[in-house]
């Protein structure tokens, strides 16, 4: 079946530092999502890229799709302490039809 | 008030015995997901339902089943718990058309 393979599991930067998260599929996407996860909390939905090398940004966080459809990264400039939490990537193989399989994520650890 | 409500948030069930979870959404979306997450492990798909007459099995089904009594409730039952059915537990819910997902705050289950 799909798989999503994120990396890293987990990172731990210094306040200012960059993180990037990556995320690859076994398979062609039609979109993907990302979300983040606060600690205790449950996750919440970032944005969804859907046209091939796509790239979106929030502020800090750039989101690229791949030329492929297959790969996918997030990239948070200057990180700050309420960055911390984990990071999932989700595909969705047919657009409308099908579910998200979720990466196992990526947990982000700021210090001060 | 939340737009996904999950009951009970914390429930610690002993070996054998039945439990249900529930959930309901005020967000009128047709599409329903309960998920299961454990450390490491990401957001693993248990069933889904695109609307009321439909059930499906995601990825690790068995030991579950569900019920969508109508548009806005999708429970999860358990019946007959296992340790190693202790996890997070999340329901979501999407509009059709591959949307953001919307999640509860989560049910923390505990079966000793």
């Given amino acids: ?112 | 008030d939340a737009d996904v409500t999950q009951t009970p948030r914390n429930r610690i069930t002993k070996t054998g015995k039945r439990i249900m979870l529930e959930c309901s959404q005020t967000k009128g979306h047709d599409r329903m997901y309960w998920y299961r997450q454990d450390p490491g492990l990401g957001l693993r798909l248990i069933y889904y339902s695109f609307d009321v007459k439909d059930i499906n099995k995601g990825e690790i089904s068995d030991g579950y089943s569900v019920s969508r009594q109508a548009q806005a409730k999708f429970s999860l039952s358990l019946e007959s718990a296992i340790p190693n059915q202790t996890a997070l537990y999340f329901c979501a819910t999407e509009n059709r058309g591959n949307t953001e997902a919307f999640f509860g705050q989560g049910t923390r289950l505990t079966v000793v």
């Avoid at chain 1, 989700?90 to 039809?97: D, E, H, K, R, V």
């Fill in chain 1, 1 to 112: 079946g799909q798989q999503v393979m994120q990396i890293p599991q987990y990172q731990h930067v210094q306040e200012g530092e960059d993180f990037t998260t990556y995320c690859n599929s076994s398979t062609t996407l039609s979109n993907i999502q990302w979300y983040k996860q606060r600690p205790g909390g449950h996750p919440v939905f970032l944005i969804q890229l859907v046209k091939s090398g796509e790239v979106k940004k929030q502020k800090r966080l750039t989101f690229q799709f791949g030329e492929a459809k297959k790969n996918s990264s997030l990239h948070i400039t200057a990180t700050q302490t309420t960055d911390v939490g984990t990071y999932f990537c989700a595909g969705s193989l047919n657009s409308g039809y099908s579910t998200l399989t979720f990466g196992k994520g990526t947990m982000l650890l700021v210090s001060p």
